[in-house]
């Protein structure tokens, strides 16, 4: 799975979750949804390395 493919599934992990928290007041679906944040947050650094280094070397 690209890096990508893995930020988009994170991000649908928190909107789901962050919905169930929200409607709901789930609050196991709050931490489910801080721990998707966090990994999307991990996830956009290393994706902006990826596209640094395919624009040097462009």
Known sequence: MT???QLLAQF???TTESAKFEAKGVKASA???R??????AKLCK???KEIQEQKEVE
């Open 31 to 33: 931490a489910r949804a």
């Open 3 to 5: 890096l990508h493919e």
């Open 46 to 48: 290393e994706r902006r």
């Open 12 to 14: 649908e992990v928190y």
């Open 35 to 40: 721990k998707a944040l966090a990994e999307i």
